[in-house]
């Protein structure tokens, strides 16, 4: 099993791009997640989730939408990328989302909006 | 508001030495805590959880209500424990973190 997959690994955008990051998972996992990770910031949650045909903003989600296209795979778009995008974005899944479910990661994606 | 306190942002030991980790949490109610670990070009990872009451990799982690702390403890530090520490508190599923700690351990 490949568990969480995300594409691409690396990007470069102009401000005013747009782009989509794609996640799939193969655990059959009910629950994704969308997080960015910036320094000294550890990881924020964007979007998730919590079952197929639902999706709910999480922490910080201004400047995103999200697509639960299926029970494997869940998008993240930026309509108009913005410098302060420059993230590492992390998809993950779980199970279901409980309190003590764990979740499982992505190898994530660095964006640079220039 | 819940939050999440990892007040070191790096931690450098000498092998064989302890490490102590710290995290504190605000949370109305009972926290369900974890730690993720990131090493090096690896994926984040769970390594313990409060509810779980295990060691993994030699740590250990106990959550003290009383002083809304969660760290995490390991006798004997490896330099393969060198890697980015979370600390994480759960909100029904949705995981709140804090700012990770880096733990460098030299030989």
């Given at each position: ?6 594409t ?89 989302m ?17 | ?41 690896q ?38 424990d ?26």
């Open positions: 099993n490949a568990g969480v997959t995300q691409p690994k690396f990007q470069v955008l102009k401000t005013g791009q747009s782009m989509t990051l794609q996640c799939a998972q193969d655990m059959n996992h009910n629950s994704m997640y969308w997080y960015r990770q910036d320094p000294g910031m550890g990881l924020r949650l964007i979007y998730y989730s919590a079952s197929e045909g639902t999706t709910d903003k999480g922490e910080v989600p201004n400047g995103y939408n999200v697509s639960r296209l299926n029970k494997r795979e869940f998008s993240l778009r930026l309509e108009s990328a913005a410098p302060s995008q420059t993230s590492v974005y992390f998809c993950a899944s779980s199970e279901a409980g309190f003590k479910e764990t979740q499982y990661f992505g190898p994530g994606t660095r964006l640079l909006v220039l | 508001a819940q939050r999440v306190t990892q007040p070191e942002k790096l931690l450098s030991v000498f092998k064989g030495a302890p490490v102590e980790l710290k995290c504190n949490y605000s949370y109305s109610g009972s926290p369900e805590l974890f730690w993720y670990v990131q090493y090096s070009r994926r984040l990872q769970l390594l313990l959880r409060h509810i779980s009451r295990e060691s993994i990799k030699g740590f250990t982690a106990d959550l003290n209500k009383g002083e809304t702390s969660f760290h995490l403890k390991k006798p004997f530090a490896q330099e393969e060198s890697a980015m520490y979370y600390c994480a508190l759960s909100q029904g599923g949705k995981l709140i973190f804090g700012q990770g700690t880096e733990l460098s351990v030299k030989p």
